[in-house]
């Protein structure tokens, strides 16, 4: 089988592909519109037990990787092959410090007895339930995209090593960071749609 | 033309360096990615019509009978579930539109061959653990193919795992889905404008962006009901403020575009063969092709017309009701232009047309009785009756059943370079045709008479219409084992068949029979319509 190889094509698959990532994550969008237009009230009592500041915190980090990620595919353009690793560790090493950042959030929050079924959250409000249920539901599908795309980048930081991604054949470094930028957009939705809905 | 291999196995000899199953299995030549998927398809076709002869045989008597209520809601369940997910969706698109996308453009392979191969994992994946999910846990799922909440979230049967498998073949769709419409982008052979393109890669084009679309929905919808179970998230339960109603919407913006998903591709086989026995130019080329889009797009406005008696305002029920009907417009485009190519043409009767007019026929019923369906007032009459039953297999089963029977008949002699028995072929079509007709249609009396869908026992008011359905059952059983063997037989000793034994127009018919590796010996140049039938003669 003759490997050929398709910049454009590539592209198009992966711009298909994000969208129906967005897609995906647009059906819990849509449950949380309909919840939040059903109790308003409660939605806001439920945003003001989450942590702004661990929040924002989270925010700017993934803004920094969306730049970092960037300036990876600029530098392997450029044939600077050590920057460009550099800045993908980077990228890497802010994803990791995302997560560790949402680890502490979540147990702190359950160690309130705040998650799914438990006693505390039957006994609030329904609103709230669902406001937790959401939040749950949808930072964690968010976060297990981080995980994703940081494996994802890691794999292409290896294969740009190898000399397998270079300057003249870049297509994977791009489709990883726009996967990449796709999980910084979604952070940019359920950010304020949780952290700021007080 | 003779291409110096008539009689040869081209992409079906075995492959050099990797020997035997592996250089099936492990494979990324589309026609043999393919063939897996026609395997693996016709295989679960059979388990699901062997469990939908067994229910049928306990619906001939009422009472308990045969098998008991639990096994009945399990069976009518994997019926759905194996039928739906694990045969009509990837049926046509994923078998057959694999195999003959590349060849119809002029193309080598797919765009991105190892990912069709991961989509046939996936599948096999997905499948694999549909099955298993039948044998372990507490018992098979029992909550029919839609999983509605709040019964999926509660029934102790072993739904979790029925929903990952569900939701894994949707990945696998989905990868199909966008590896086709990259391909018609990006892999059309010099001179093949959109214009030229076969009807077939226009309706794949379509519902290759349904799949993209609208699969994610179900994905994300299942993970919930996954999810519900498992983590106790209570998004859909109403004792905790969920509001099960939002399931269902989450369903049908998935399941209602997924229809579309399943008969687009059978309307494009019929739009290929039609004029090849009429040996005339399509009727409306175009109308057709944009109404494949249309259907795609109106298709994907209309999923509440499952929710009409669901407790939704009057306003939605309204608004979809009309959205309803206006999906109807491009199928019916559709019917007429095929009647219209058929109108004056020299018809020759051959088993594919034969199956293509069973399509028209079939869909027609079908989708008049959608209307009725589709019309609210109606609709809270034979909702959730048997009406819908006899509806949706008209559909599914005679459209794109007989849709991909006659692809079948239609490209087989391409895809393994011989032809089966003719006659025996007419003869199978025949008794199917009855068989649907008789197993089927007393479904709509039952409906509007009342009797209710899924269920295990009924009052003897009905026996008759039962009876007769389940007479039906059998007859249709008898056509396809006849269709089948003759096809299987033709396959393995059938004479051969020659390069174009249908005097078609379309690229795969310029190339060898079967087609070599890597489809034509040299890059196709296009230099006319894909139904210009000038100076294109049989080739036997
Ligand atoms: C003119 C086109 C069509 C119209 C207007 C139409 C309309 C409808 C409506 C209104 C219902 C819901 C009825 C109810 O539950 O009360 C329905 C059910 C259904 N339709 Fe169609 N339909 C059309 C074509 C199709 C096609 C092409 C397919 C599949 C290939 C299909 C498959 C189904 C299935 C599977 C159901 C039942 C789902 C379930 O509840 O299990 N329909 N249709
Ligand atoms: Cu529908």
Not at chain 2, 333 to 356: A, D, H, M, R
Request: proline letters at 5%.
């Amino acid at each position: 089988m003759s490997e050929h190889r398709d910049y454009a094509g590539g592209k198009l698959g992966m711009w298909i592909f994000l969208f129906t990532e967005i897609l995906l994550f647009g059906g819990l969008f849509l449950l949380y519109a309909a919840y939040l237009h059903r109790y308003p009230a409660d939605f806001n009592a439920g945003g003001k037990q989450l942590d702004v500041v661990l929040g924002a915190a989270n925010t700017i980090i993934l803004i920094t990787s969306s730049f970092t990620v960037a300036a990876s595919i600029t530098a392997l353009r450029l044939g600077q092959t050590a920057r460009c690793l550099w800045l993908l560790a980077a990228t890497v090493a802010l994803a990791l410090g995302f997560l560790v950042n949402k680890f502490f959030e979540w147990s702190a929050k359950i160690g309130h007895g705040i998650y799914p079924g438990s006693q505390h959250l039957l006994q609030m409000p329904p609103g709230e339930n669902l406001f937790f249920g959401l939040y749950y539901a949808m930072t964690g599908l968010h976060g297990l995209h981080v995980l994703i795309g940081a494996t994802l980048l890691s794999v292409t930081a290896a294969l740009v090593r190898k000399g397998r991604v270079t300057q003249g054949n870049f297509g994977l470094l791009e489709n990883a960071g726009l996967y990449w930028h796709l999980v910084d957009l979604v952070w940019i939705f359920l950010f304020p749609l949780f952290y700021l809905i007080a | 033309m003779d291409h110096g291999n008539v009689g040869g196995l081209g992409f079906l000899a075995p492959a050099p360096g990797r020997k035997g199953l592996l250089s099936w299995i492990g494979t990324t030549d589309h026609k043999r990615i393919g063939l897996l998927y026609m395997g693996c398809v016709g295989f679960m076709f059979f388990c699901g019509a062997a469990l939908g002869m067994i229910l049928r045989l306990k619906l001939m008597t009422p009472g308990s009978t045969l098998v008991g209520p639990q096994t009945y809601n399990a069976m009518f369940t994997l019926h759905g579930v194996i039928m739906i997910f694990l045969v009509v969706i990837p049926s046509i698109p994923a078998s057959l539109g694999n195999i003959l996308l590349p060849l119809q453009i002029g193309a080598e392979d797919v765009s991105f061959p190892r990912l069709n191969l991961f989509s046939w994992w996936l599948y096999v994946l997905g499948a694999t653990l549909a099955v298993v999910s039948i044998f372990t846990g507490s018992g098979a799922p029992d909550t029919g193919w839609t999983f509605y909440v709040p019964f999926s979230e509660r029934t102790t049967t072993n739904v979790s795992l029925a929903v990952t498998a569900v939701t894994i073949l949707g990945f696998s769709s989905i990868l199909t889905g966008l590896n086709f419409v990259t391909t018609i982008h990006r892999l059309r052979a010099p001179g093949m404008t959109w214009t030229r393109l076969p009807l077939f890669v226009w309706s794949l084009y379509a519902t290759a962006w349904i799949q993209v679309l609208a699969t994610p929905i179900l994905g994300i919808t299942l993970v919930l009901v996954f999810a519900e179970r498992v983590l106790n998230l209570g998004l859909f339960d109403p004792g905790r403020g969920g509001d099960p109603l939002l399931y269902q919407h989450l369903f049908w913006i998935y399941s209602h575009p997924a229809v579309y998903i399943m008969v687009l591709p059978a309307m494009g086989v019929i739009s290929d063969i039609i004029p090849v026995f009429a040996r005339k130019n399509i009727f409306g080329y175009k109308m057709i092709a944009f109404s494949s889009l249309a259907i795609a797009f109106a298709g994907s406005l209309v999923w509440a017309h499952h929710m009409f008696t669901s407790g939704m305002s009057d306003t939605a029920v309204l608004v979809f009701s009309f959205l309803t009907f206006i999906v109807a417009i491009p199928s019916a485009i559709k019917v007429f232009n095929w009647v219209s190519t058929l109108y004056k043409g020299s018809i020759s009767v051959e088993p594919p047309l034969l199956f293509s007019l069973g399509f028209i026929f079939m869909f027609s019923v079908g989708g008049l009785t959608g209307l009725v369906q589709g019309a609210a007032g109606t609709d809270i009459h034979v909702h959730d009756t048997y009406f819908i039953v006899g509806h949706f297999h008209y559909v599914i089963f005679g459209g794109t059943g007989l849709g991909m029977f006659a692809a079948l008949h239609f490209w087989l002699p391409k895809i393994f370079g011989r032809m089966y028995d003719r006659g025996v072929a007419k003869l199978s079509f025949w008794i199917i045709l009855v068989g649907m007709n008789v197993l089927y249609f007393p479904m709509f009396i039952l409906g509007l008479e009342g009797l209710p869908r899924r269920y295990y026992d009924y009052l003897p008011k009905y026996a008759h219409g039962q009876v007769l359905s389940t007479i039906g059952s059998w007859i249709l059983a008898v056509g396809l084992v006849i269709m089948f063997a003759n096809l299987y037989r033709g396959m393995r000793r059938g004479p051969l068949a020659g390069d174009n034994p249908w005097g078609a127009a379309t690229l795969e018919w310029t190339t060898s029979s079967p087609p070599p590796t890597n489809n034509f010996e040299v890059e196709p140049v296009v230099t006319h319509g894909p139904y210009d039938f000038r100076g294109v003669a049989r080739h036997e």
